[in-house]
């Protein structure tokens, strides 16, 4: 028992209790070797099913290998088979945040292939639609981010607005996030009854929310340590790989679809364009953030002026004529036949158009050949060249870094892998 | 594209607005980068912007010869247009010059090109699959690949789909 008592031997160094015992090794080299790690295509703390190869050396990226299409769906392919109108739902599954805003980018560029000009009301209720998919999406994004860098608590208010949103959603179109919303030539139904008033009150809520994201984030110590000056990206550099939307913004250039070319009655409403200085991934969410002030910004001003008047344009080459003229007149029966059978006959032509979608300019290529059906859908995804650049941006940079840059830059795989 | 047509008449074939007004220039293959940098450098035309870039497979249109277009859309952030640009490669010799030595954000679209198109670019660093796998054969948006040719990695489970009936692999 006396045993116990006595104390080490001087001459064999306890490493659990004497901090010296190795002081040689610890100013010893770290040997290191080149590792090759798979982050994904399931990854915890990254969204999206994106397998990066990543090589690193210590913890530093020498490599970066982004490998996608693991939620290739055959989008154009697809579409190519169908008529216009069937194409819709395909559309909901690109960019699965906001889904109507590729509902209305589409319809948007056949209207624009068959010359037509949608009623003004169709017009304000895409609008509506559209920045309320614009909230979700940037929701997402900054509430992913919180959760990714350890803030739970943001996301918990990021997902209650965005739960509100989803509900004003489902009255108004009958599904939370596959909308399928919108005909070509305007809108399949009205706006449900009492439901302006409910949206401006789930906005009151949303504004406190993103207050308290904006509270508890944008001075906090820990979130600005892992996103200022980390991802950044020149402004000539995002040009030349094709950013668009609030990664491009983020790098100081203005450059909006709303504003450089509005289309539908964007003219019409006093809003700002948010535009960042440094490209990292700080301005990326903060010009996000102020994105959502501006969103609600317009939405209340189109809910206040939005005129009464017809939904969709009666014509019945384009639209379904109204349900008592189908079930009592021939001309009725014959046109709504002949939509469903056949689908809407676009005249043979070619074009592209582009609308500001969440993440950066939704290009449309579309190509007709007068039958039913489309010839050619190509869809410019706002995430693809995004995506594109991320070994650009972090190759060199900590593995640690990855992690915000790839919140930040939102990228979509329904979109990006089509 | 006016400027286009005095400072390099022997690369443009073909001018034309389509029917909402968007100016295109076929442009022939060889000539490529150099409109290309033209429309990129010129101080007031700038074309920098990086849009997109895909194709088309003529096969069932009246027009259908060459069979392959290959479009691109550039836009100038000082002028707020786009650009369209085509070039038409035959069956026979789908190669196009690449972009990516002038534009970066062509890298991957040229690469989804090649793989849904089997259209090759010359130049281009890295040219691979981008979204279907190495082990798939042919290319699935030519107009005569067959909507359920399906080539699965793994085997499917035999399930009956009472709607359109097992796959058909390469009859339509």
Redesign the interface.
Same mark, same amino acid.
């Given at each position: 028992m006396a045993d116990h008592a006595k104390p080490h031997a001087p001459e064999t160094p306890n490493p659990d209790t004497d901090a010296y015992a190795h002081e040689s090794e610890l100013e010893a080299h770290l040997q290191t070797k080149r590792m090759v790690i798979n982050m994904g295509p399931s990854h915890p703390a990254t969204h999206g099913t994106v397998r990066l190869k990543v090589e690193l050396e210590g913890e530093t990226i020498v490599k970066i290998d982004p490998e996608?299409?693991f939620l290739?769906r055959?989008f154009?392919?697809s579409c190519e088979?169908v008529t216009w109108t069937q194409c819709l739902p395909y559309t909901d599954r690109l960019n699965y945040l906001s889904a109507m805003m590729n509902n209305f980018g589409f319809l948007n560029a056949v209207e624009?292939?068959i010359?037509l000009e949608i009623p003004e009301r169709a017009q304000y209720i895409r609008v509506i639609g559209s920045e309320i998919h614009r909230l979700t999406d940037h929701l997402t994004c900054v509430g992913a981010t919180g959760l990714e860098l350890g803030g739970f608590a943001p996301f918990l208010f990021a997902m209650e607005f965005r739960e509100l949103l989803h509900d004003r959603t489902a009255e108004l179109t009958g599904a939370r996030l596959t909308t399928s919303f919108g005909r070509v030539g305007g809108i399949n139904r009205d706006l449900p009854e009492g439901w302006i008033q409910k949206v401006h009150k789930s906005l009151d809520r949303g504004m406190e929310l993103i207050d308290e994201m904006d509270g508890l984030l944008t001075r906090n110590r820990i979130f600005v340590d892992r996103t200022k000056g980390t991802g950044v990206i020149s402004a000539e550099?995002a040009? %030349?790989?094709?950013y668009?939307g609030p990664a491009l913004r983020a790098c100081g250039?203005n @450059?909006d679809i709303r504003k450089?070319?509005p289309y539908w009655v964007y003219d019409r409403f006093d809003f700002k364009v948010p535009v960042g200085e440094h490209g990292d991934n700080y301005d990326r969410y903060l010009v996000r953030l102020e994105e959502m002030r501006q969103s609600i910004h317009i939405l209340r001003q189109a809910m206040d002026t939005i005129p009464a008047g017809p939904i969709i344009v009666d014509d019945w080459r384009i639209a379904l004529p109204p349900k008592p003229e189908v079930y009592g007149t021939i001309e009725g029966v014959m046109s709504h036949f002949k939509l469903v059978m056949e689908g809407i006959q676009v005249?043979a032509?070619?074009?592209? %158009?582009?609308t500001e979608a969440s993440n950066g300019?939704l290009?449309w290529?579309i190509?007709s %050949?007068g039958s039913g059906r489309p @010839?050619?859908v190509?869809v410019?995804a706002p995430g693809?060249?995004v995506?594109?650049?991320v070994p650009?941006i972090i190759e060199g940079k900590m593995l640690a870094d990855l992690i915000p840059t790839f919140d930040t830059i939102n990228m979509i795989g329904g979109e990006v892998?089509? | 594209m006016d400027r286009v047509s005095a400072q390099l008449p022997e690369a443009v074939a073909d001018r034309y607005v389509d029917r909402t007004g968007g100016a295109w220039a076929v442009i022939h293959a060889d000539s490529l980068p150099k409109v290309a940098a033209f429309l990129k450098n010129d101080p007031e035309l700038e074309f920098k912007l990086f849009g997109s870039i895909d194709a088309v497979d003529r096969l069932h249109l009246a027009e259908n010869d060459p069979r392959f277009e290959v479009v691109y859309f550039l836009y100038s952030l000082k002028r707020h247009e786009h650009v369209r640009l085509k070039v038409r490669v035959s069956e026979s010799q789908p190669v196009v010059p690449s972009l990516t030595p002038l534009f970066r954000g062509a890298n991957w679209w040229e690469r989804l090109t090649f793989d849904f198109y089997g259209i090759r670019f010359d130049g281009h660093p890295d040219l691979r699959r981008i979204l279907l796998y190495e082990e798939f054969q042919g290319h699935p948006l030519r107009k005569d690949y067959a909507l359920r040719d399906r080539q699965p990695l793994i085997p499917e489970r035999p399930i009956k789909d009472i709607f359109r009936g097992p796959g058909t692999s390469g009859l339509s």
């Open positions: 996608i299409g290739h055959g154009q392919k088979n624009k292939l010359g550099d040009i %030349d790989f094709g668009t250039v @450059y450089a070319k005249p032509g070619e074009v592209y %158009d582009s300019e290009g290529y190509v %050949d @010839y050619k190509h410019r693809f060249p995506l594109a650049a650009h892998e089509q | -």
